[in-house]
């Protein structure tokens, strides 16, 4: 059982079985909806996923893009749209030990800004999952 939790506690959620990804992702709307450079995100099949403690705020930011954040605290706990069906994308800082956060490949790369320097030798895709390789967004 793996368990993360939003800064003030209330929000918190679980999940059952490996993660199907782990990226780093440099896209606009990530940095903006969290204030940071980039991103770290994990991914989880949603049937092994649930929430736990107070439920989360749902904002519907695009059609079909839901983005999951603790009522009080406002801290970003996870990430869902239809055309990711059968994921929820979790924040790998909301971890309970974002020390076993394991990144394996960045995606929208050719956004990375130009002052952030990430020197791993992951896998670097331009684009989004959508554009990869099925294997990286197959939740079954």
Do not use: I
């Not at 320097?117 to 197959?138: I, N």
Request: hydrophobic residues 30%; aromatic residues 14%; negative net charge.
């Amino acid at each position: 059982m793996t368990r993360g939790q939003c800064f003030c506690k209330k929000t918190s959620w679980e999940y059952d079985g490996e993660v199907t990804w782990a990226c780093y992702c440099h896209c606009d709307d990530c940095r903006r909806n969290c204030s940071a450079p980039v991103v770290a995100w994990l991914g989880v099949p949603l049937k092994n996923f649930r929430w736990t403690g107070q439920a989360p705020k749902t904002l519907n930011s695009s059609k079909g893009v839901f983005r999951h954040f603790c009522a009080d605290c406002g801290a970003p706990m996870g990430f869902e749209a239809d055309h990711y069906e059968g994921g929820m994308h979790l924040y790998a800082a909301s971890l309970m030990d974002p020390t076993e956060f394991q990144p394996t490949f960045h995606v929208n790369y050719q956004s990375k800004l130009p002052w952030l320097d990430m020197s791993d030798d992951l896998p670097k895709y331009d684009g989004t999952l959508l554009v990869q390789d099925a294997g990286l967004r197959d939740y079954d």
